[in-house]
Structure formats: structure tokens, C-alpha cells
């Protein structure tokens, strides 16, 4: 256990430096911040001040160099837009992304779980053939054009939910949430699905198609001769052994949701790091978009070991060499 | 895997178990409709819309903000309305899913290329090139695809090419997998064996004699990839950092529409959309058809 451990660390340092020398090499080339952050009518002098302030002119493995200096201490330089900590930028709106990854995975587990079992037992039934019709149309539609679908419907025609923006943030167990308040409620509900929606589709289809082999198996047979009731063997002896596939799609799907608030993000003004990256991109702010790949790459590499350590205690066939 | 001589082809085929599945099972025909009219619609549409929305002469602004027919206020010739600059959302939409369902095919096209060769490569050489290629396959898939999408466009810019050359960079790793796995069985049977013994050059076994046989995963990949990269392209185009506004494809549309939602203009962004999943339903309902029938396990 302990050598598995030590062995996905050292793999876990080497993606992270790839990953930081790719990151570091393609923002390099990425437009030349200066003329972003100065008038039009800029002297020469004055772009060879912020040049120089920026250490925009030394040679680029120096830059690196400072880079991964700096990136090991947690500093990604300042953002260029708001002349504040890349990272703390980052760090703070972290709490808006995750409350939002949240529910999603919280919808995803709720409902394509129950469904993709019930499907999975029937194959032929009614219910298997329309939860498998609406899963395709589910991971076919464009997330931003369902949540486009939900601000018209829900917000401009019914007038029920907010359009965006985070509502009224609450304070429960010490964490700044709002998750805490009504309005928080009425406002995360639509990003939410929106976010939930292609996960869901691909949870309740991995679901369906693991219950479907398994309940060719032996042990089902032998557990319904017994007389397990329906409920059991479903829910207790089949689901188990269909979860493990399902626990490393949710930690692979944690990141792409991530990824995806992007899209949701800026839908619904909602001001998670998503929408930050996205801004970032758009004004050309190196910083923060350095700073956010790499946060993000951490946070991935992480899920991914964790999902992996998961494997261990859910599945006790897996041999960890 | 029988050999099927080419003349033959299309009666065996029709004879076959799997196209009698095929014409049996509903959603497989609904998807292969679609797919049939969506790429009728991309190939001859433009001749039969009333406008060129890419001509901006032939726009006039005293056609804005007509809703579509069925709505009030709504008139002909403009079936599915107008948007903020007169233009007809009829004819955007089919110039646009000509951009869309190219980027995807081209893009899936040139993904399998990358994949398959160093998929190839990597099964039948194996060892360091081997090790080499799985290992950057293995850091770039611990990564969701949407965000390298993302982060490569927003370093190489706005463009069609650019594009395309994102999506090759993402989409490899899945045919070079797949390709790799089977490369590795197939490599074992004794007809590769043979081919060695009677001395075939490397790249003449690699074409003729494996290749055809990893080809069926192939095209269920590339069936659903084609309908992936549309949405990804969609969905860079969306956030603004896909194809330049004035070739706008689905995802761009949607943008542009995106902005005149809250004043009520649904029709511009929603419809656009629509047709996306339209295209990516029908393309993924055939994928799944597929990818069924070369799965004899859940036959």
C-alpha cells in the first residue's frame, strides 16, 4: 500500500511539471500583456518600464525559472486586470465553483443512479427504452443551450428563478455558502441542472449497461432463488458490484464539471473561477489563466489518486502492483 | 471476420444480422434519417434559403427582430424569424451547420490520422516509443478535453484552423488507445506472424494487414467523436473563442444570439442550438447502434 502510494506521488510530481512547462510555454506565446495594460499612445520608454516590470525581458528559462519559483510559494504574479494575487483571485471564488460542482454531482448521483438500476434490470421495459432515448438527448444538447432554454423558459416567460448572479450568500458551519439561503437555492438551481445535465445522462447509461451484465451473473440467480426481495438484490447485491466503474466516472467526471463551469459560469454570471478564467482569456491575463491551469491540474491529479486509492477499498480483487 | 470480396459487399451486407437489427431497431433509423438530412440540408440548402447571410448587402435592417412565422408579428419570407440585423435565421442556420459539420468531420479526420498512426506505431513496436506515447496519453486524459480545447484556443486564437488543430490534439489519445489495444492482439494471431516469415516491410503489415482489422472500432469512434467535436466547437464558439464571427457556425450563432435573449428574441440563440442537438442526436443515436453491435457481449 505504501509503495502504491509513494509510486502515484512520483507520477503525480511528473505530470505536474509537464503540465507547468506547457502551461508556462503556451502563455508565454499568448498576446503581449503590455499593450493590453497601456494606452494607445504609449511612448516607447513607457513599454519598456512595464516590460521590465512584468520581467517580460529576460530569456525565457529564466522566466521559467522564476515561474516555478514563484508557482512552489503559491505566487502566479498579479493579475493585470485587478492588480491583485493571481491565486487569492482564484482561491476566493473557489467556494462559488465547488458549491455549484456540488449539487450537480448531488443531482447527477440522485437521479441517474435509481434510474440507470431500474433500467439496467428491465432492458425490454418501457421505462429502460425512454431513460436510454433521453440520456442520448441529454449528452447531444449543448450545456449552454440548455441553460440558455432554462433563463427563457423559467426566468423571462414564467418569471420564477433568477436569471444569474450567485443570490444572497449565507454563513452555515462557518463556510460562506449559498447553499445557506432560500435565495441561494433559487438562484444555484439552474446552473446547477445545467451543469448536472450530461453527467447525469452519462452516469444513469454507465449504470445501466453494469447492472445489465451483472444481473446475467450467478450470484443474481442464486440470490433470487434464495429469495432476496427485489428492492435487495437490485439495490444491494447487483448495484455494489455495478458501482466501481460508476466511482471512477464521478471522480473523472468531477474534473470535467469543473472544466464545464466554465460554460455555466458565464451563462448565469455566476462568479465562480470559471468565469474569471474566461474573462482572463478574453483580456489576455496571463496570470491568472497560468494560475488557473495549474490549480486545476492539482486539483485533478489529486481526484485522480484518490479515485484510485477509492478502487482499493471498494474492490478488493484489485491488485495495487 | 469473414472476407468479404468487393463486389459482394452490399449483398452481404443486406443479407446480414446486423442490418436486419438495424432496420429493426427504431432509434438506429431515426438517427440514420437524420443524419442523411442534416448533411442534404449542409449540401444543398444554401441553394434553396432566401438569403446569403454572409452578404451583408443583402441584409436590411427594416427585417430585424421578426419572430418566426408561427408567433405574432411574424412574416414570410423569414419561416424561423430574423435576428438584431435583419439577417434570416433559416439561412444562418443552414450556412452555419455547414461550418459546424465540417469542423466536426475534418476534425475527426484528422484526430484518427494522429491516433491511428501513433496508436500503430505504439502496439506494434512497443517498448520505449511504446512507453513514450501511452505515458503522454495517460497525463492528457487525466485532463478533461473541454479545457485543453479551451486553454489551446485561447493561446493559438480565433480560427477555423486553429480549431481544427485543437481538436486533433485532444481527440488522439482515444483512437491511439483503442488502436493500440487491438494492435496488440492482432500482432499475436499467426497470419501477422506469416506476414513476417515471407519478410513484408513494417508498413505493409501495418496497412494491409492490421489496420483493416481495427477498423470497425474505428469507425464507432469516429461516429461518436464527430458528434463530440461538434459540440466542443459549438461550445468554444460559444464562449467566444472559436470560429471569427464572420463565418459564424451553430455555437457562434448562439452567441450572437445569446446577447437579445433577455429582450425577449429567443429564436436567435435558441433555434440555432436546437439544431445542434438535432445533429449531435442523430449522430449519436447511430453510435450507439454501433458500438452495440461490435459489443457481442451485450448482444
Excluded at chain 1, 69 to 85: C, D, E, I, T, V
Excluded at chain 2, 25 to 41: E, H, N, P, R
Aim: charged share 15%; hydrophobic share 50%.
Amino acid at each position: 500500500m505504501f509503495q502504491f502510494i509513494a509510486k502515484r506521488l512520483v507520477q503525480l510530481l511528473v505530470v505536474l511539471f509537464a503540465v507547468s512547462l506547457i502551461v508556462f510555454v503556451l502563455t508565454s506565446v499568448m498576446g503581449n500583456p503590455v499593450y493590453l495594460m497601456l494606452r494607445e499612445s504609449a511612448t516607447p520608454e513607457e513599454v519598456h518600464a512595464v516590460t521590465q516590470a512584468l520581467g517580460l525581458d529576460k530569456p525565457l528559462p529564466v522566466q521559467y525559472g522564476i515561474f516555478v519559483k514563484n508557482a512552489l510559494s503559491g505566487n502566479f504574479g498579479r493579475s493585470y486586470m485587478y492588480h491583485l494575487s493571481a491565486l487569492s483571485l482564484i482561491i476566493e471564488r473557489l467556494p462559488a465553483t465547488l458549491e455549484l460542482v456540488f449539487v450537480a454531482v448531488l443531482l447527477s448521483a440522485v437521479v441517474g443512479i435509481p434510474c440507470g438500476v431500474i433500467a439496467g434490470a428491465y432492458p425490454r421495459s418501457l421505462f429502460s427504452k425512454s431513460v436510454m432515448s433521453l440520456s442520448i438527448a441529454g449528452i447531444s444538447m449543448p450545456s449552454f443551450w440548455i441553460g440558455m432554454v432554462m433563463i427563457y423558459f423559467f426566468s423571462l416567460y414564467l418569471g420564477l428563478l433568477p436569471v444569474s448572479g450567485r443570490g444572497e450568500v449565507g454563513v452555515f458551519l462557518g463556510i460562506r455558502t449559498s447553499l445557506a439561503t432560500a435565495d441561494g437555492w433559487a438562484h444555484i438551481l439552474m446552473p446547477s441542472v445545467t451543469l448536472a445535465l450530461g453527467n447525469v445522462a452519462t452516469i444513469m447509461r454507465l449504470t445501466r449497461a453494469g447492472m445489465q451484465e451483472n444481473m446475467k451473473q450467478d450470484y443474481i440467480k442464486f440470490a433470487r432463488s434464495k429469495g432476496v426481495s427485489r428492492f435487495r438484490l437490485l439495490f444491494g447485491h447487483a448495484l455494489k458490484n455495478t458501482l466501481i466503474p460508476v466511482v471512477t466516472i464521478f471522480g473523472l467526471q468531477l474534473g470535467s464539471l469543473i472544466a464545464f463551469t466554465t460554460i455555466t459560469e458565464t451563462i448565469f454570471a455566476w462568479p465562480g473561477m470559471g468565469k474569471l478564467l474566461i474573462d482572463a482569456i478574453h483580456s489576455a491575463d496571463r496570470p491568472i489563466v497560468a494560475a488557473y491551469i495549474l490549480f486545476v491540474a492539482v486539483l485533478f491529479v489529486f481526484i485522480n489518486f484518490v479515485v484510485d486509492i477509492l478502487y482499493v477499498f471498494i474492490d478488493p480483487r484489485i491488485d495495487l502492483r | 471476420m469473414t472476407h468479404v470480396q468487393r463486389g459482394n459487399f452490399w449483398r452481404v451486407l443486406a443479407a446480414s444480422e446486423g442490418w436486419s437489427r438495424f432496420k429493426r431497431s427504431k432509434l438506429a433509423l431515426t438517427g440514420a434519417v437524420i443524419v442523411v438530412f442534416v448533411t442534404l440540408v449542409a449540401l444543398v440548402g444554401p441553394f434553396l434559403v432566401v438569403q446569403n447571410p454572409y452578404d451583408l448587402s443583402a441584409l436590411q435592417l427594416g427585417d430585424a427582430y421578426k419572430p418566426p412565422i408561427w408567433s405574432e408579428g411574424g412574416t414570410m419570407p423569414f419561416i424561423l424569424g430574423t435576428d438584431q440585423q435583419g439577417r434570416d435565421m433559416l439561412s444562418a442556420i443552414v450556412y452555419g451547420s455547414r461550418v459546424s459539420l465540417f469542423i466536426g468531420v475534418a476534425g475527426t479526420l484528422l484526430a484518427s490520422a494522429l491516433g491511428i498512426t501513433l496508436g500503430l506505431i505504439s502496439g506494434y513496436y512497443g517498448g520505449r516509443i511504446d512507453a513514450l506515447i501511452m505515458r503522454i496519453a495517460d497525463i492528457q486524459l487525466s485532463f478533461p478535453s473541454m479545457l485543453i480545447a479551451l486553454f489551446l484556443m485561447s493561446v493559438l486564437g480565433r480560427g477555423v484552423a486553429n480549431i481544427l488543430l485543437s481538436l486533433t490534439l485532444v481527440g488522439w489519445v482515444r483512437y491511439a488507445r483503442t488502436v493500440r489495444g487491438e494492435t496488440l492482439s492482432v500482432k499475436k494471431s499467426e497470419y501477422i506472424e506469416a506476414t513476417r516469415v515471407i519478410g513484408l516491410p513494417d508498413a505493409r503489415v501495418l496497412r494491409r494487414h492490421i489496420l483493416p482489422n481495427v477498423f470497425a472500432s474505428i469507425i464507432v469512434l469516429s461516429t461518436i467523436q464527430v458528434g463530440s467535436f461538434i459540440l466542443t466547437e459549438a461550445t468554444l464558439s460559444f464562449l467566444g473563442l472559436g470560429v471569427p464571427i464572420t463565418r459564424p457556425s451553430l455555437g457562434m450563432l448562439c452567441n450572437d444570439g445569446f446577447s437579445v435573449l433577455y429582450s425577449g428574441l429567443w429564436w436567435v440563440s435558441i433555434l440555432p442550438g436546437l439544431y445542434i442537438m438535432i445533429i449531435v442526436f442523430g449522430i449519436n443515436l447511430l453510435g450507439d447502434f454501433l458500438r452495440d453491435e461490435m459489443n457481442p457481449r451485450l448482444r
